[in-house]
């Protein structure tokens, strides 16, 4: 009997000791599965670290957005100056020719040419001339450079002649009308 109750003690034993283990793996698991308060210097370079990559972002986009506006400027100059090169060609062409000329009828009718052909490049890139005489001085479109008596009652305060012309492009200013005001 004594063999019997030593076996039993010897179970309960380990019984309580594979139970005494079991008990602290779940202790230790439940303090793992804990979560830790972040302490308020975490939680600043959590923050601090969102602003700094937030910071780099906008500053890269500012770059690249920079860059592709150039670029945009660049391809839209290109693209008007490849237009304007026929009327490069045909003024060298002109030249040429009009050494060796005596017709001035046909000079002046290459010259015209040139003239519409280069006319017809601007308007089709969106240039328009402003036209100005008769008009009311408008000082956000004109620039008045003298001003003379009016001939009539009627021209007092409008442009009576433009020295140079004035262009819009696509409705916007490029330059202003050089004008002659009558008072």
Not at 106 to 116: C, P, V, Y
Not at 122 to 148: Q, R, S, T
Request: proline share 3%.
């Amino acid at each position: 009997m004594s063999e019997e109750k030593e076996l039993n003690n010897q179970e309960a034993e380990a019984k309580n000791q594979g139970e005494g283990t079991v008990n602290d793996q779940a202790q230790e698991a439940v303090e793992v599965e804990a979560p830790k308060e972040p302490t308020f210097e975490d939680k600043f370079n959590e923050l601090n670290d969102k602003y700094m990559r937030i910071h780099a972002e906008f500053d890269n986009y500012r770059k690249r957005t920079n860059k592709e506006k150039l670029d945009i400027i660049g391809s839209a100059n290109a693209s008007l100056l490849k237009d304007l090169l026929p009327v490069m060609d045909d003024f060298e062409r002109a030249m040429a020719n009009n050494e060796n000329i005596e017709d001035v009828k046909s000079m002046k009718e290459g010259f015209s040419l040139i003239f519409n052909k280069f006319k017809m490049t601007l308007e089709n890139k969106g240039v328009k001339p402003m036209i100005v005489d008769g008009e009311v001085f408008d000082a956000d479109i004109h620039e008045a450079i003298a001003n003379i008596p009016a001939p009539k009652k009627k021209l007092k305060g409008k442009v009576i002649e433009a020295v140079e012309k004035g262009y819009y492009l696509n409705d916007k200013v490029i330059r202003y009308a050089k004008v002659v005001v009558g008072q």
